[in-house]
């Protein structure tokens, strides 16, 4: 393989088995994408095929700023081999559970920091500086005092420490060399310029591109087709030809995991609102509907994976979503994010930005309200998303949102495993309960810390199927109960800790149970009603 042409600025294209044969024992190698979207599935491929042909590369340094994978089979689950990964260095697992239960048997070393200080930490790598220092974290189990971003046992090496700066704790996140980059774009000129112009997602991949440069390593781009120098627009190209020593082309290269491609997630096209997917009628619809009535005109707000997903399609639903501005952590900002394997790619937006800047903004307070997900909620008003059961999740990119936006709002059933619940004609029907209890005294791992969030008098709200909660200075208070439940039988009786009810405890909207538009523009909350200050 010829290096690049230094009278020409020629990049050389060349295989993907010759693109991982670059890749030595030990070395770190970071991927870029998130989720399904933007990953270099063809180079992966290649990684796996070459490693089980040749046993080699071994002990590599795995890193991704997003989980990698389709939650099954591809991506980062392709690379789950023994001997291949030696430590994998992600903000999630979810996405790849076969390196995960790897994790899990302590079979490799596993980290999940924080998706935005891993974004931002790119870009601090890329700069010399020494790593991100932030709040970010702080009393979850990112701080080292309690695990140190940690997910197997295995996992000595300290990357994250506390630091004193001016009498205020933070935490350093620390920067590590990187050897080889594997990243995607749409298009490469001759002279190895990248547009991202197809692509759903922006990322991280220039500062990903500039830190391999750095640490002396090498940036390997895999891209559907080859244009000629000079002939690329030049406001599309996100990665510069002096950043790139290596093209793979892969031709049958998708969008996303699910989607083969879409005009409206690469910015081509808007799409009708009648067009924009609804929700089937379930529980998860009545959980959204629910979380939307807590938006106001105005507000700029996140939609976390999972059950949150579902309230910016009940905004489109509703006809209020041009109303506020809907945010996704990967850099979607306006229109609508998109939902399951496209999670990160977004419709009828205003701008897809880079992550790391989309993380400055939420990490600033840009944030008036984020919509997430709960898994496990304690007497503490702490939240867990990051482990339970028999599976390592990672935060993603909740600690960021959770600790920056104003109001966060958790979503989640009461109970989880066997729950059969139905929405009836403005009233909840709960079946057969579930067998376990997402309510309990103390969370196995601390994704959010209640106590955090009361010294910076954030205003925190629980939403479930069958009530409503808020955190108090007191504790967790229960302020609304849906029509047809149980107060004792079906809420408190599947908590296992006292929570206060609210001297004026409410049934919940029963238009939320019901199969028809709640005419939610008709009612919109005044945008007076949204808190302006800041978090400090």
């Known amino acids: 393989m010829r290096a690049k042409d230094k009278r020409t600025g020629e990049v050389p294209i060349i ?62 689950n392709k690379l789950a081999a023994p001997g291949l990964v030696r430590r994998v260095v992600a903000s999630g697992l979810n996405n790849c559970p076969a390196l995960g239960r790897r994790a ?3 079979e490799i ?65 620390k920067t590590f060399p990187i050897q080889v980059a594997i ?7 001759e002279k190895g310029n990248i547009s991202l112009e197809d692509e759903a997602y922006v990322g991280e991949s220039m500062s990903i591109a500039a830190a391999a440069r750095r640490s002396g390593g090498i940036v390997i781009v895999q891209v559907k087709r080859v244009a000629a120098s000079n002939t690329l627009n030049q406001r599309e190209v996100r990665i510069p030809g002096v950043l790139v020593d290596y093209l793979v082309v892969d031709p049958d290269q998708r969008q996303t995991y699910a989607t083969e491609y879409s005009p409206a997630y690469a910015g081509k096209m808007r799409v009708p609102d009648g067009k924009i997917a609804s929700l089937p009628f379930d529980l ?21 994976y999972g059950v949150s997903n579902g309230i910016a399609v009940v905004a489109a639903e509703e006809g209020i979503y041009r109303s506020v501005t809907l945010t996704a952590e990967q850099g979607v900002i306006g229109g609508i994010p998109a939902p ?7 419709t009828n937006y205003d701008m897809i930005a880079p992550q790391p800047d989309q993380f400055d903004f939420y990490d600033g307070g840009g944030l008036d309200i984020a919509f997430l997900s709960s898994a496990e909620v304690d007497r503490h008003g702490n ?40 929405p009836d004609g403005g009233s909840l029907v709960i079946a057969d309960e579930g067998t376990v209890k997402k309510w309990v005294r103390d969370v196995y791992q601390i994704t959010f810390s209640g106590a955090f969030a009361k ?79 800041r978090l400090t």
């Not at 870009?123 to 971003?149: H, Q, S």
């Not at 009545?286 to 976390?304: H, K, M, S, W």
Request: glycine letters at 10%; proline letters at 4%.
């Open 15 to 76: 295989t993907a088995k010759q693109a991982v044969s670059l890749i030595r024992d030990g070395d770190c190698v970071y991927v870029g994408g998130s989720a399904g979207v933007a990953i270099p599935e063809l180079i992966i491929d290649a990684l796996r095929d070459v490693h089980s042909e040749q046993a080699s590369p071994n002990n590599l340094m795995l890193v991704g700023t997003v989980a990698i994978g389709d939650w099954a089979t591809t991506g980062f």
């Open 104 to 106: 899990l048997a302590n």
């Open 109 to 173: 070393e596993a980290y999940t920091l924080p998706q935005g200080v891993l974004a931002q930490l790119a870009r601090e790598n890329a700069a010399g500086r020494p790593g991100v220092i932030t709040k970010v974290g702080l009393r979850t189990f990112a701080d080292p005092r309690i695990g140190g971003c940690r997910q197997s046992e295995r996992s000595k090496e300290d990357m994250v420490s506390v630091v004193d700066i001016e009498g205020e704790e933070y935490l350093l996140y």
């Open 183 to 189: 990243l995607r774009g749409s298009i490469a000129d």
């Open 284 to 304: 998860r619809k009545v959980i959204a509907r629910r979380a939307a009535l807590e938006l106001a005109p105005g507000a700029t707000v996140n939609i976390g």
């Open 340 to 346: 399951g394997q496209d999670a990160g790619a977004g």
């Open 383 to 422: 939240v867990n998303v990051s482990r339970f059961g028999d599976k390592i999740i990672g935060p993603g990119g909740f600690i960021n949102i959770s600790q920056g936006a104003r109001k966060v709002v958790f979503s989640g059933t009461l109970t989880a495993r066997g729950l059969k619940a139905y």
């Open 455 to 533: 010294e910076r008098q954030q205003e925190v709200v629980f939403i479930t199927e069958r009530a409503v909660f808020k955190l108090t200075q007191n504790g967790l208070m229960l302020t609304e109960i849906a029509p047809g439940v149980s107060l004792e039988k079906h809420v408190l009786a599947n908590i296992e800790f006292q929570v206060a009810i609210s001297p004026d405890l409410k049934l919940m909207d029963a238009r939320i149970f019901k199969d028809e538009p709640m005419h939610l523009a008709a009612g919109f909350h005044s945008a007076a009603d949204l808190p302006m200050e």
